[in-house]
């Protein structure tokens, strides 16, 4: 795992580290509601690197290397697909999930939330965070940098771009497709393909607080609730499950999806790319819990929501290279 520190702050995660990415200056649908669903999880800790692995600062080298040998750190091509190229070099790494909160629970202040990076370890979001992120690093001028990596993954990670405490990261994925649309940097797709919207309130955070580390933290907590409440006049365009066999033609690998839920409170349960492979079968490449690395999965899209408990459709964004 890699931290950066705030502009103001210095390194404060005492976590072993491959290495530090030092700016000068942890959304994980997945992680986040892993730990709520199914809190154990978070308690295990990550696996350790098989032997002869190639660490953080390889991978980024070696990956930006191969997108750019193979054409698609090209601003003309889709960036979808630079990203699930990203996605295919990660196969096999393994899943590890509550990493962006690791921080709290060595006694960080949520409120100084540092960026975490890496590449050698994801949850769901993470890994879609990271995808995109290193593809962006391809497209852009000169040698690959962790500093370049880190901006890519803040302005995607913290609503506006702007890193300003835990209550400032995108925690509901849908609010994190809502605001990356609002910047350009993905097109929210739900409406042109058929979504229904989910009016719900979003509440899970707030009435699961004994599950969130930060929630110790009384004015952090209330901007987590102040963050609810500014969502409640804005419903997600879901494409129900029953709809994405008639839709599926029209979304393309490197779609970033995300999982609806009929769960209290709760907007998705998992978020991942969407991946036509060389059948001509559309699968989802993801970070999951189950299985604990990154795949792709046996099952077409349609059959894998299907066999989600709860599910009541998709969240579709097409990624921008703004």
Not at 105 to 113: L, R, T
Not at 137 to 152: K, L, N, V, Y
Not at 195 to 212: K, Q, T
Not at 280 to 306: E, I
Request: charged share 20%.
């Amino acid at each position: 795992m890699t931290y950066l520190p705030t502009r103001r702050d210095l390194l404060r995660h005492a976590a072993t580290a491959a290495a530090v990415l030092a700016l000068p200056f942890p959304l994980s649908a997945c992680a986040r509601q892993d730990a709520a669903i199914e809190s154990a999880a978070t308690d295990q800790p990550p696996p350790a690197p098989p032997a002869g692995a190639v660490t953080d600062d390889e991978r980024l080298a070696l990956w930006v290397a191969t997108l750019r040998s193979e054409g698609l750190a090209d601003p003309e091509t889709s960036l979808g697909r630079a990203a699930t190229r990203v996605g295919e070099l990660a196969a096999g790494t393994p899943y590890v999930a509550g990493a962006l909160d690791a921080y709290i629970k060595a006694g960080g202040d949520p409120a100084a939330e540092p960026l975490e990076v890496s590449l050698t370890s994801f949850d769901c979001v993470t890994l879609v965070e990271s995808c995109l992120a290193l593809a962006r690093t391809a497209a852009a001028d000169g040698e690959p940098t962790w500093q370049r990596f880190g901006s890519e993954i803040e302005r995607m990670r913290y609503r506006g771009g702007v890193r300003a405490g835990y209550a400032s990261r995108l925690h509901y994925f849908s609010e994190w497709i809502r605001d990356a649309a609002k910047r350009g940097l993905v097109k929210d797709l739900g409406a042109e393909l058929g979504g229904e919207p989910d009016r719900r309130l979003l509440r899970f955070m707030s009435a699961h607080g004994n599950r969130y580390p930060a929630s110790a933290s009384a004015a952090e907590w209330e901007k987590v609730r102040e963050m609810e409440r500014s969502l409640d006049d804005s419903p997600r365009m879901v494409v129900p499950t029953a709809k994405i066999g008639e839709v599926q033609g029209r979304i393309q690998t490197g779609d970033v999806l995300a999982f609806a839920t009929s769960i209290a409170g709760l907007d998705v349960t998992h978020a991942a790319f969407a991946y036509r492979s060389a059948d001509g079968v559309l699968r989802v490449l993801h970070a999951p819990l189950s299985g604990g690395v990154v795949a792709v999965t046996q099952s077409a899209l349609p059959d894998y929501v299907n066999a989600i408990g709860l599910s009541t459709g998709i969240l579709v964004a097409r990624p921008l290279w703004a």
